[in-house]
């Protein structure tokens, strides 16, 4: 192929400034991920999630308002299917709401009144599921009070102890406060509210669900560097991870910087960035080595320039038919999948100018040329050619 018909668009000849502005963009969401870190969702911290039905549309402003006033830590609600579904997710169990609310209600009673512990009733003690123990107060004031409203604690007991008042419920803390949070919601929406199911994800659940999916993302980028490496030459094997570790990093900062929930949804939606970028890289480095062996006259710019103008058309028709159906998701999908449709949009955004200006840039970087694409030769060729 002659060199007049190398026509092409100079992507590389902006490789150095666009290589500054991703190297800041990456220093921007690693500091981010070091300073703020991720908004980790329930999936990965613990935590639990109900799904309650209301007679009329639900406003979620007015629903999160009150969540926030019943101590629960960090609530969200999204409508889930419809608008008389909600799902509402909060971080920790919802004993930990009825502690904060029990808690609030003793220092409104008692000033220096607090909760000692919470425990299991002792053995013998049928039909009962939890003891609280207070101090700072007496079981003359607490009884006469709403603190323990039997209408949701159920059957309570008092008796004085060693460091305070142990007072034994029938209902636990979590039946009692979820009971007390229908009514809540019933009484503001001034509507029958039906809780449909209860869910509650422990820490240690979470910690495995991080961890394994983080293990996940490792293993990804190590086969691909593999394949890659297989496939065409450890060269591109490097542009392929360096492009895919950048568009992770990109996604993670992104949410990092704007605190979006970190979920199992964004996590699957940055392991489909990573399959998206590397499908879309590879095609582009199949353009380069096959040009690599057809345009002899060519320097490994003048290469890079031609294959990324023949693959542009590709590129950009896949990204805007892919973004053209993630913006509908995003818009039209529901609150409930909006993080994953962010992910999926940052990340193809990312994905495709990785594929153009980091993975294309790396190769130039490591100094790829025709002699790194040509085939060795095989044993004993040399000599069959010497032969009359």
Do not use: C
């Amino acid at each position: 192929m002659a060199q007049e018909e190398l026509k092409s668009i100079n992507f590389m000849g902006w490789r150095k400034t666009i290589g500054a502005i991703s190297i800041l963009l990456l220093l921007v969401s690693i500091v981010s991920l070091a300073v703020n870190g991720l908004r980790l969702g329930l999936d990965f911290t613990g935590g639990t999630q109900i799904e309650v039905g209301f007679a009329e549309p639900a406003n979620l402003g007015e629903i999160r308002t009150l969540l926030v006033e019943q101590g629960l830590e960090n609530p969200t609600a999204v409508y889930f299917g419809s608008e008389t579904e909600v799902l509402i997710r909060t971080q920790g169990a919802m004993q930990d709401g009825a502690l904060v609310l029990i808690g609030n209600r003793l220092e409104a009673l008692e000033p220096g009144a607090q909760i000692v512990r919470v425990e299991r009733p002792a053995a013998g003690q049928a039909g009962l599921s939890q003891v609280i123990v207070l101090d700072g107060v007496s079981a003359a004031q607490v009884r006469d009070t709403d603190i323990f409203d039997r209408t949701y604690f159920g059957n309570v007991e008092f008796a004085q102890v060693e460091d305070g008042l142990a007072v034994t419920l029938e209902n636990s803390l979590d039946v009692a406060y979820t009971n007390r949070l229908l009514t809540a919601l019933s009484e503001h929406a001034n509507t029958d509210v039906e809780l449909r199911r209860s869910e509650f994800v422990g820490p240690q659940i979470g910690e495995e669900l991080r961890d394994e999916g983080g293990l996940g993302m490792l293993v990804a980028l190590f086969l691909v560097m593999l394949y890659i490496a297989f496939r065409f030459q450890y060269k591109f094997a490097l542009g392929a991870v360096a492009a895919l570790i950048h568009d992770v990093i990109l996604v993670l900062g992104f949410f990092s910087l704007f605190q979006l929930d970190f979920d199992l949804t964004v996590l699957a939606a940055v392991l489909a960035v990573i399959g998206y970028s590397l499908n879309d890289t590879i095609v582009v480095f199949d353009r380069i080595r096959e040009n690599f062996r057809l345009v002899r006259r060519g320097s490994p710019k003048e290469v890079v320039n031609f294959s990324l103008t023949q693959t542009l058309e590709r590129t950009l028709i896949t990204s805007l038919t892919t973004l053209l159906v993630l913006v509908m998701l995003f818009l039209f999908g529901g609150e409930l999948i909006n993080n994953f449709a962010t992910a999926l949009i940052v990340g193809v955004l990312v994905g495709t100018y990785s594929s153009i200006y980091v993975s294309a840039n790396t190769l130039l970087a490591l100094h790829i040329d025709r002699e790194d694409l040509i085939p060795p030769p095989k044993e004993g060729e040399e000599q069959e050619e010497l032969v009359p």
